[in-house]
C-alpha cells in the first residue's frame, strides 16, 4: 500500500511529519510518498527511509491562512496539490495532510471527484465512547447545510461504520436538543423524515451526551456543531488530564489520527494543524484501514442503493 503525505502541511512541517512517516512505514509495512520541497524532507530523511519512501517533489506551499480554492488553482505544484493528484493517477492508495483544511478538500474536490448523489463531502471524526467508537460527521467541512445533506451524511457515516468498523445495520442518528421528533431546529425538524426514508438504520434524535455514551454508532450534522463538540471535547480531556489516564489516551488527537473526508472519489485524511510524530503515524494509519477496507467503494454503493441505479466498481 502507498499513502501520500504532504510533508509541508502543519505547524512541525516537514520535520514531524517525516518522522510520522518513518514509524508508519516500519509499522504499518507501507511505502509511502512524502511530498513537498525536496531539500529540507530529504535533510530530515537522513538516509532512514529503508527503500520505502520516496520524496517526490512540489516547489509551492500552501498555508494556513491563505484561501482555499483560490490557492488551490494559483498553486498547481504546491505539495497538497501534488499529493492528492498521486491519488488521482493511480501512484498512491490515499492521501494524508495537516496543512490547510479547505485547500486539501478544494485539492480533493478538483482532482479526484465525488460519487454520484453526493452534493457535499464531509469530514468524519472518530469520538472516544463508553464501548467503542462513535462516527460523528461533519465536523467542519460545511457550517452552513441543507436537511438533505444531513441525509448524505447519514449514507456515508453508515459506509464507515459497515466497511471499516465492521458494525452490521450501525444505529444513526442526528444530534439535536432532545430526543423526540418534534424537538430541534429548523435543520433538524426537516432532517428527520428525510433519514426515516434513507436505506439507514435510523434511530431518531439524539443528544450531546449520546456522542460519548455509544447510544448511536453514527452521528450526524452540521459543520459548525460538530466541530464545536469535537473540540469542546479534546479540551475538556486535556483540563481534566483525561488523556493521559490509563484507557483514556483515545481521548487525545493525536492517537485517533485524522479526520477522513467521506464523499469524494479517493480516501483523503486530514491531520490536526499540530500534529507532531505520532499524530501522522495515526494518521496514515487511518488512511490505511480505510483503503483496506474498500470505503470508497463502499460510500458509492450507498449512494446507489438510495438513487436505486446499479452499482458500477470505482476506483477505491
Request: charged share 20%; net charge neutral.
Amino acid at each position: 500500500m502507498r499513502i501520500a503525505v504532504d510533508a509541508m502541511g502543519g505547524d512541525y512541517a516537514p520535520a514531524e511529519v517525516v518522522a510520522g512517516a518513518l514509524l508508519a512505514v516500519e509499522e504499518y509495512g507501507i511505502e509511502t510518498y512524502l511530498v513537498g520541497d525536496e531539500a529540507p524532507v530529504q535533510a530530515e530523511l537522513k538516509g532512514k527511509s529503508n527503500g520505502r519512501i520516496k520524496v517526490v517533489p512540489a516547489r509551492e506551499v500552501i498555508g494556513m491562512g491563505e484561501y482555499p480554492v483560490k490557492a488551490v488553482r494559483r498553486k498547481r505544484d504546491s505539495s497538497i496539490v501534488r499529493a492528492v493528484r498521486l491519488v488521482k493517477e493511480g501512484s498512491a492508495d490515499a492521501v494524508v495532510s495537516a496543512g490547510n483544511t479547505g485547500a486539501v478538500m478544494a485539492a480533493a474536490l478538483l482532482e479526484l471527484g465525488r460519487p454520484e448523489g453526493v452534493d457535499r463531502p464531509a469530514l468524519m471524526a472518530l469520538v472516544p465512547n463508553t464501548s467503542g467508537y462513535t462516527v460523528l460527521l461533519d465536523v467542519g467541512a460545511n457550517v452552513d447545510i441543507k436537511p438533505h445533506h444531513l441525509a448524505q451524511f447519514a449514507v456515508m457515516g453508515s459506509a464507515y461504520a459497515s466497511s471499516v468498523m465492521k458494525l452490521q445495520a450501525p444505529r444513526v442518528g442526528i444530534l439535536s436538543i432532545g430526543e423526540e421528533e418534534t424537538k430541534g431546529n429548523e435543520l433538524t425538524l426537516s432532517a428527520y423524515p428525510l433519514l426515516k426514508k434513507e436505506a439507514v438504520n435510523f434511530i431518531g434524535n439524539v443528544e450531546g451526551r449520546d456522542v460519548f455514551n455509544g447510544r448511536a454508532d453514527v452521528v450526524v450534522c452540521d459543520g459548525f456543531v460538530g466541530n464545536v463538540v469535537l473540540k469542546a471535547g479534546e479540551g475538556l480531556a486535556q483540563a481534566f488530564g483525561m488523556a493521559a489516564r490509563p484507557g483514556l489516551e483515545n481521548l487525545d488527537y493525536a492517537e485517533t489520527g485524522g479526520a477522513l473526508l467521506l464523499g469524494v472519489s479517493g480516501v483523503v485524511v486530514v491531520a490536526h494543524g499540530s500534529s507532531k510524530a505520532r499524530a501522522i503515524k495515526n494518521a496514515i494509519r487511518v488512511a490505511v484501514a480505510a483503503v483496506a477496507s474498500g470505503l470508497v467503494q463502499a460510500t458509492a454503493d450507498g449512494f446507489a442503493r438510495r438513487t436505486g441505479k446499479g452499482v458500477e466498481t470505482i476506483n477505491a
